[in-house]
T-cell receptor, first 113, second 114 residues
Framework: SQKIEQNSEALNIQEGKTATLTCNYT??????LQWYRQDPGRGPVFLLL?????KEKRKERLKVTFDTTLKQSLFHITASQPADSATYLC????????????FGRGTSLIVHP | NAGVTQTPKFQVLKTGQSMTLQCAQD?????MYWYRQDPGMGLRLIYY???????DKGEVPNGYNVSRLNKREFSLRLESAAPSQTSVYFC?????????????FGSGTRLTVV
């Protein structure tokens, strides 16, 4: 069955540095992959979508890459700020053609001032 | 404000009680979804509705029923609550089946079954 892996350990970085979060998937080939941000006690908020034929996508300080050979997506936040502290969820679409995303467990990012 | 509205925000039930979680969106989206989120498990799809009048099971549908009342509203019903259904429930909607613009989530319902 399909499996999505995100680092369960929190990522701690200093303000101003680039944060890089990893999402690995196995046993299928998603047509696209989404990234969401979730703050404590809130619902996830959509950030970016990247398709299988796109290598990279950018939005302001965010950059997402999608390597279908490695079955991996990297999510970068440049010039990180304490306000970027949150849990980031990776969501490739499901196998079977429904295109409904399956969510990873998320990685907590903590940006220290 | 445009978005997805869930009610109630918090609920405590006794084992065996029933309740309905309400969800409404005002973005004219075709598709709506119910997820549950448990510590260490991530978001899991319970049911979804690709369009008004249709519903389909997700990954964890047992113990739940849904109703797509109209294009705006999608409710989730627990007929006989069990402690294993203690969770945070999120409703979401999307306007494009391929997820081009992502999903819009509500703020969640925190349900405790004792």
């Amino acid at each position: 069955s399909q499996k999505i892996e995100q680092n369960s350990e929190a990522l701690n970085i200093q303000e101003g540095k680039t944060a890089t979060l990893t999402c690995n998937y196995t046993n299928y080939s998603p047509a696209y992959l989404q990234w969401y941000r979730q703050d404590p006690g809130r619902g996830p908020v959509f950030l970016l979508l990247i398709r299988e034929n796109e290598k990279e996508k950018r939005k302001e300080r965010l950059k997402v890459t999608f390597d279908t050979t490695l079955k991996q997506s990297l999510f970068h936040i440049t010039a990180s700020q304490p306000a970027d502290s949150a849990t980031y969820l990776c969501a490739p679409d499901s196998s079977g053609g429904s295109y409904i995303p399956t969510f990873g467990r998320g990685t907590s990012l903590i940006v220290h001032p | 404000n445009a978005g997805v509205t869930q009610t109630p925000k918090f609920q405590v039930l006794k084992t065996g009680q029933s309740m309905t979680l309400q969800c409404a969106q005002d973005m004219n989206h075709n598709s709506m979804y119910w997820y549950r989120q448990d510590p260490g498990m991530g978001l899991r799809l319970i049911y979804y509705s690709a369009s008004e009048g249709t519903t389909d099971k997700g990954e964890v549908p047992n113990g739940y029923n849904v109703s797509r009342l109209n294009k705006r509203e999608f409710s989730l019903r627990l007929e006989s609550a069990a402690p294993s259904q203690t969770s945070v429930y999120f409703c979401a909607s999307s306007g494009d089946g391929t997820g081009d613009y992502g999903y819009t989530f509500g703020s969640g319902t925190r349900l405790t079954v004792v």
